[in-house]
């Protein structure tokens, strides 16, 4: 079993920045596929930034030139670095780690959630 700790999120003013962390129980190399997901209120969880099972690193374009998502293996957490952030960023944002399994479909196995408001 995989634990997902998300921290960082908060109240944050327009434009600002905010820093989540997500402390993973294994090694952060091991999963597939490891990143940051978000659902605002009444909408669906869609992907913000990820590590993929091909080995590249994906940004949804809303996101693109103001996130940047890392991996530290001292600490063994997936960090995202949110800056200029607006109104529209306001959700809650979510850890995954993704894992193929042999039938070629992949396990996904989810934090909590930590809760960002962009507001003045």
């Known amino acids: 079993q995989v634990q997902l700790v998300e921290s960082g999120g908060g109240l944050v003013q327009p434009g600002n920045s905010l820093r989540l962390s997500c402390a993973v129980s294994?090694?952060?190399?091991?999963?597939?596929?490891l990143g940051w997901y978000r659902q605002a209120p009444g909408k669906e969880r869609e992907l913000v930034a990820g590590?993929?099972?091909?080995?590249?690193?994906d940004y949804a374009d809303f996101v693109k030139g103001r996130f940047t998502i890392s991996r530290d293996s001292k600490k063994n957490t997936v960090d995202l670095q949110m800056n200029d952030l607006a109104p529209e960023d306001t959700a809650t944002y979510y850890c995954?780690?993704?894992?193929?399994?042999?039938?070629?479909?992949?396990?996904?196995?989810w934090g909590q959630g930590t809760l960002v408001t962009v507001s003045s």
């Open positions: 294994i090694n952060i190399f091991s999963p597939d596929a």
């Open positions: 995954n780690a993704g894992f193929l399994t042999v039938r070629g479909d992949i396990t996904n196995y």
């Open positions: 590590f993929t099972v091909s080995g590249s690193t």
